[in-house]
């Protein structure tokens, strides 16, 4: 590894701990990864030390374990998920930790499990975790997404290219995307922070009262409940603390009304789901609901998802990415979605943010639901924007406005 490779992921560590969790005195850091990552790892948890934590706590996964229990389990033992687990988890939650979960599992590990399993599996996860989402999607601590390459992954991207030569073009692919490589980082996202909010100051001025999107394959509207904020890029704690959601994140987001959501939508990028790839799918609503479904690759994965719980047939999310965005630009497909939602619009199957509306972090679920907001134990992202793609919000008075035409902002 070069110097300078190995310069851009100490800044990228210290990107992770200063702008993504922003690590205070004292406070707890919780890290969620694989082994594969074990070595950058070690950089970063070093850093959240530096920034004065007292507690960096390390939970690692193992891709091929992973794919043994899958294979040698029986199908009930993925059915649950052994209560230890939940409670580690929540005992950091619930004491304001920084949370990190780091990225770095190929996206096709489990294509060879039995997806009845998978979908136990994933399901299991939703429900023993439910109250952690919650109070993640509402902000009660600091979290940040990243990642980080593996071989596997690596390869699946670059499939022409040796395994280390994948890695190492992987791996400057994402410190692009993380802004490492600029001579100040962290100037340069407080920059792109700054941009971001103003795109959403000005939608959350408009106050749509829904979007309609129009491109090949994709004839959709989706009414937006009243109240609804839209959010880009960083957000703040219950503490008061101001932390980065995604590295990278180009998104500038809200929340759907979960019953009007009218239409047909076409996928434009793979989506990576339960350690398999869904792909060339199409999603049929009526009053917010989905109603028929297909997918050419991964269709029964994709009925797994969509049987999650009762209100996985419904969106939590509508997000907009200019296609002319640095990822979208790289022209490198990371079959991730953390990468691949920034490289293009999307919407989110299953629960809703609440701090995505106004007085939402306080509502109860029942509040929440009388708003719009839907609920569920999922919130899966899928990409459907493109170069063709158009959208336009509807007035309150029924007049319509371009916000996108052909794939970038239109204001």
């Known amino acids: 590894m070069i110097a300078n490779q190995e310069e851009k992921l100490r800044l990228y560590a210290q990107l992770l701990v200063h702008v993504g969790m922003n690590v205070q005195p004292k406070q707890r850091v919780y890290i969620r990864t694989t082994i594969d990552a074990a070595e950058f790892v070690h950089l970063v948890v070093e850093e959240a030390y530096k920034a004065g934590s007292e507690d960096v706590k390390v939970i690692y996964g193992d891709d091929r374990l992973a794919q043994l229990n899958l294979q040698y389990r029986p199908q009930e033992a993925f059915e649950s998920v052994p209560q230890y687990i939940v409670d580690e988890r929540m005992d950091y939650a619930k004491s304001g930790a920084a949370q990190l979960a780091l990225i770095s599992s190929s996206p096709e590990n489990l294509k060879e499990a039995d997806p009845n399993k998978v979908s136990a599996m994933m399901r299991a996860n939703g429900n023993a975790f439910r109250e952690y989402m919650k109070m993640m999607q509402s902000d009660q601590f600091p979290w940040t997404v990243a990642a980080y390459p593996s071989k596997a992954w690596a390869k699946l991207v ?10 190492d073009k992987l791996l400057d692919l994402m410190l692009y995307t993380v802004r490492a490589n600029e001579e100040d980082p962290v100037k340069a996202w407080e920059e792109h922070n700054h941009n971001l909010h103003i795109k959403a100051d000005y939608l959350n001025k408009k106050a749509y009262k829904a979007l309609k999107y129009s491109a090949p394959g994709t004839d959709l509207t989706i009414g937006l409940p009243e109240g609804h904020i839209w959010c880009g890029a960083s957000s703040v704690s219950a503490e008061g603390i101001e932390f980065m959601a995604n590295m990278p994140t180009e998104e500038v987001f809200t929340v759907p009304h979960q019953d009007q959501v009218n239409g047909t939508v076409k996928n434009s990028l793979p989506l990576s789901y339960g350690g398999n790839i869904i792909d060339n799918f199409t999603l049929t609503f009526k009053d917010g609901k989905v109603i028929e479904y297909h997918a050419e690759v991964g269709h029964d994965i ?12 419904q969106l ?14 790289s022209q490198t497909l990371f079959y991730n979605t953390l990468f691949d939602e920034n490289a293009s619009c999307h919407l989110a199957l299953g629960s809703a943010y609440p701090f995505c509306l106004e007085g939402g972090k306080e509502m109860s679920d029942a509040e929440l639901d009388a708003a719009g907001l839907n609920q569920s134990i999922t919130h899966e992202d899928f990409m459907i924007g493109n170069a063709e793609m158009n959208i336009s ?15 970038n902002w239109a204001f």
């Open 158 to 167: 670059f499939p022409e290219l040796t395994e280390e030569e994948a890695v």
């Open 302 to 313: 994709l009925k797994g998802l969509l049987e999650s719980d009762g209100n996985a047939v």
């Open 316 to 329: 939590g999310e509508v997000a907009l990415v200019p296609h002319d965005s640095p990822i979208s630009n």
């Open 393 to 407: 919000g509807i007035t309150a008075d029924g007049n319509e406005e371009p916000i996108f035409v052909n794939g």
